[in-house]
């Protein structure tokens, strides 16, 4: 290979380097902020379905609010306590509709407040739950894009005449494949447990995630 030729993959790659840095930390900024917005979401949307059910009736925590750490607490006009999922759990009801964040000993709980006419329900998540989460969901994006970066840089070295067997492309192999499978395969499991998920209460949209878990899964055997 030409000493031109080396130069070029040299600075390509230095600057392929630098570009993916700053595009994983902009994906791992935009997964974590898109994370924490559908946990908000989550609070939201069963403090309504609990709000919908009348008359307040002692509940148990759900196996989604076992895994993610939600407690609701229904409280009456009075403020009398109505209902709690978790007995000792005692974080203060919010004035006002909408999003706040309290103390429950030493645990710091972020929480939506549903006021309605007769009654308030509170949905709670211990915060610590939710950056494990955002954290985990921010780290899946950001390795996707060293996966990419890695098959840009093998591409253009190939491209520019390196050949299959040079250190560089051995590089890109042994961290590109790796976090491909491992980022690939943790997508197949997560879809295929939405895939069960859907399948009772949407058909179509759950034997369409099975699809892709299957081509997902002849992508892997591929590799």
């Excluded at 030409?2 to 900024?29: D, E, N, P």
């Excluded at 902020?33 to 307040?56: C, Y």
């Excluded at 007995?87 to 939506?112: I, M």
């Amino acid at each position: 290979m030409s000493s031109l030729k080396q130069r070029l993959i040299v600075g390509l790659v230095g600057l392929l380097t630098v570009v993916g840095l700053g595009a994983g930390g902009v994906s791992y900024w935009l997964a974590r902020n898109e994370a924490n917005a559908l946990l908000d979401e989550q609070l939201r949307q069963i403090a309504r379905h609990v709000g919908a059910v009348r008359p307040a009736a002692p509940r148990h925590e759900s196996e989604e609010e076992r895994e993610n750490d939600f407690v609701v607490q229904v409280w009456n006009a009075d403020g009398a306590l109505l209902s709690r999922a978790r007995p000792g759990f005692a974080l203060p009801r919010h004035a006002a509709t909408g999003f706040s964040q309290g103390l429950v000993g030493r645990q710091l709980w972020r929480a939506y407040t549903l006021n309605e006419p007769g009654r308030t329900v509170q949905v709670s998540q211990w915060i610590e739950v939710r950056r494990e989460i955002a954290d985990s969901a921010a780290m899946r994006a950001m390795l996707s894009v060293v996966v990419l970066i890695c098959g840009v840089i093998a591409i253009t070295a190939l491209e520019l005449g390196a050949p299959l067997g040079s250190p560089l492309i051995k590089l890109c192999a042994l961290i590109g494949l790796p976090l491909l499978i491992a980022t690939t395969g943790d997508a197949t499991l997560r879809i295929w447990r939405s895939a069960w998920a859907w399948l009772p209460v949407d058909r179509t949209k759950g034997l369409f995630r099975f699809a892709w878990v299957g081509a997902a899964l002849v992508g892997l055997l591929a590799l």
